[in-house]
């Protein structure tokens, strides 16, 4: 995983709140998708103290769950915000949830 410096780490966040996606973000940075997503997560490892795969690994499943939960909570949270505040996201997500409909409802009618 390539390392990128905070000029580019401010400028991610920037590029995602705008509503970018995460492969339209690494053409402009010029680094992979995964990188991206990997240092956009770490602000939500360091408030939960998840550092890797293996820590997560060795909790136990009550640890597991109170994980997930914070996860839900912190992504419910984020998701509401975007959600009230951007007019562009707002409109994308009521777009999405109308083609899964029409998806869902062909399937169900076959």
Known sequence: MKKINEKQK???KQLREQGKSYYEISKIIKVTPTTIRYHLSKEFRDKIRIYNRERYRK???????KYIQKKKEYQTKYHNK?????????EKHIERAKDYQKRTYKKNVR
Do not use: A, G, N
Request: aromatic share 10%.
């Open 82 to 90: 975007r959600y009230k505040e951007d007019k562009e996201f707002r």
């Open 59 to 65: 909790m136990t499943s009550e640890q597991k769950k």
């Open 10 to 12: 401010e400028k991610i």
